[in-house]
């Protein structure tokens, strides 16, 4: 069974840092796009960062970029997102997924996770 496990989400001040964590269990993901999707109450869903297994390649919605950093460990089926001078504005439930490489769509996944809470006080 293909799982996708959030972790590392939580309560912080604005500015401050979190590291969320997705392990992928059940396949090898090593053909998958994986990426991180949030959304906060209210409103959509939408796309945050993305990675190419295999390349490395990354990309990131603007209001992330240089904020965000999206990375994995191929070897140990995870994939991670840094989250740096975070901002109330950032407060969402994010979810992790694997689908088609360069995925940021809600369509361009084929698995999610469960979600996992980051809340950031002003």
């Known amino acids: 069974q293909v799982q996708l496990v959030e972790s590392g989400g939580g309560l912080v001040q604005a500015g401050g840092s979190l590291r969320l964590s997705c392990a992928a269990t059940g396949r090898t993901f090593s053909t998958y796009g994986m990426g991180w999707f949030r959304q906060a109450p209210g409103k959509e869903r939408e796309f945050v960062a993305s990675i190419d297994w295999g390349g490395g390649w990354t990309s990131y919605d603007d209001s992330v970029k240089g904020r965000f950093t999206i990375s994995r460990d191929s070897a140990k089926n995870m994939v991670y997102l840094q989250m740096n001078r975070l901002k109330p504005e950032d407060t969402a439930v994010y979810y992790c997924?694997?689908?088609?490489?360069?995925?940021?769509?809600?369509?361009?996944?084929?698995?999610w996770g469960q979600g996992t809470q980051v809340i950031v006080s002003s």
């Open positions: 997924a694997a689908g088609r490489l360069g995925l940021r769509l809600g369509s361009d996944a084929t698995y």
